[in-house]
């Protein structure tokens, strides 16, 4: 996500950052690990406080409770998108914050998910899939391309490794934490003149060694500060943050249901407490007693709680307009059901709704939304059309097509063949290889014709 802002200072540039490094991260987080995360924070910084926790209201006193909406959410929806359900939602509502169970993603799966949508020559695809496959927990190359790739083309080995590490978590498919670093640096969208530079002496920068680094790259100590700030933004081990050690609970951070016709939207805000400014900071910040560096901790610690505050508001923001975005999109999921999943790539909510594609990966992924079909990872209705019908596309996604070969498998009479069920398909306009339906029923976990007969 690129952010634009006003020019700063180079001191207030150096204090800016990672705040906004925290409103990147915040977007990512699932609402399970933000509430863990909001708590980190009120222990830290004790200009923050509670107003409000409403996982300590019982659920029934949480909907009869009426709330204005304020300006923020009134901004981000519109008729048929509200951000609260009514008493009529108890049930929905039950389930909602319910959950489920499920093992946590790996770092294949998130980059082979990215992969699988990126418009791609199916030799780029095929390597790059090998190069993900290829990664260990840091997201670094277990065997040297070299080896694990000598026959293949040259020029279609880099583009497949230019693209992996372009995708969430950038700086994956590289050899080691420096080359992660050098490739993160790149592709930062503002990084600093002589970052790149400064990085060749990685060594040097970590024992400290400012002036020395300075006139190595010919830059100011100033200058080299700047950017060793700028550095510590980027991930040196991208792949840790996938750890797949321990299964847990999802709970949902956003719930579809329907009503008169419409698609409402409600925000799962129940596991996320009311912030707000510990008024005895406020009350500090205003007077003009008392000693100079107590009102400037106490300012600095409340100019944090404020970012923080509005990071989780435009996490929030965010979230519910992808979700907005998507339920057009798939208006007829909604509607019919998981057989009618569109095809939709991350790039068509990203220009829907104006923002980067990778700001829609990382809204997307760990967190789930409620359905009356079930509880989908938001990332689900992500999927390209099946190949081989023409040009323009087919209107058919992948999961859309397997939910239908599940349906013609289970109403069958008799044992229909692999061959039997494409010509099925064939038959509602689907073209589909022999082949490629049995790649899909094994998918689906269900047997041959031989077993099922």
Request: negative net charge; hydrophobic residues 35%; charged residues 30%.
């Amino acid at each position: 996500m690129q952010l634009q802002r006003p020019s700063f200072t180079q001191e207030q540039r150096l204090k800016m950052n990672p705040q906004l490094y925290q409103s990147i991260r915040l977007m990512a987080l699932p609402v399970v690990d933000l509430r863990e995360t909001i708590q980190a924070e009120l222990e830290r910084n004790p200009a923050l406080e509670v107003i409000e926790d409403k996982t300590t209201i019982s659920l029934d006193s949480a909907l009869k409770e009426t709330k204005e909406e304020d300006d923020y959410f009134e901004a981000t929806s519109d008729s048929g998108f509200t951000r609260r359900g009514t008493d009529e939602d108890a049930d929905e509502q039950q389930k909602f914050i319910e959950g489920a169970l499920s093992r946590p993603e790996t770092l294949q799966e998130h980059l082979l998910w990215q992969l699988r949508l990126q418009p791609i020559d199916e030799d780029v695809r095929r390597i790059g899939e090998l190069l993900i496959q290829n990664l260990d927990a840091d997201g670094f190359h277990k065997e040297p391309v070299e080896l694990l790739l000598k026959d293949e083309n040259p020029d279609k080995v880099a583009a497949a490794l230019d693209l992996v590490r372009r995708l969430d978590p950038q700086g994956t498919c590289t050899a080691n934490y420096k080359e992660s670093l050098m490739v993160q640096a790149q592709l930062m969208p503002d990084a600093p003149d002589g970052i790149l530079e400064a990085l060749e002496h990685l060594e040097l920068l970590e024992k400290g060694k400012i002036a020395e680094v300075a006139k190595k790259i010919k830059r100011s100590e100033a200058e080299v500060n700047e950017i060793l700030e700028r550095i510590k933004e980027l991930s040196p081990f991208p792949g840790r943050q996938f750890d797949s050690s321990e299964v847990r609970f999802v709970v949902p951070d956003v719930q579809v249901v329907r009503k008169n016709e419409e698609f409402v939207i409600i925000l799962n805000d129940e596991e996320i407490p009311v912030l707000g400014i510990n008024p005895f900071f406020m009350k500090l910040s205003d007077g003009k007693d008392g000693e100079k560096p107590v009102r400037d901790f106490v300012r600095e610690n409340i100019k944090e709680a404020r970012w923080f505050i509005r990071s989780i508001n435009q996490r929030n923001h965010t979230l519910l307009k992808v979700m907005r975005a998507i339920v057009e999109f798939q208006r007829t999921f909604f509607a019919k059901g998981p057989k009618y999943l569109a095809p939709l790539t991350l790039k068509d909510i990203a220009q829907e709704i104006g923002v980067h594609e990778t700001t829609v990966s990382r809204i997307a992924n760990g967190k789930y939304v409620q359905t009356e079909w079930g509880i989908f990872e938001i990332r689900y209705f992500f999927t390209n059309s099946i190949s081989g019908a023409g040009s323009s596309g087919s209107r058919y996604s992948k999961e859309a097509v397997k939910e239908i070969i599940r349906e013609i498998i289970q109403s069958e009479e008799g044992s229909l063949s692999d061959q039997d069920i494409a010509d099925l398909l064939a038959r509602r306009g689907i073209p589909l290889a022999r082949r490629t339906v049995a790649k899909y029923r094994k998918e689906l976990d269900l047997g041959s014709s031989y077993t099922r007969s």
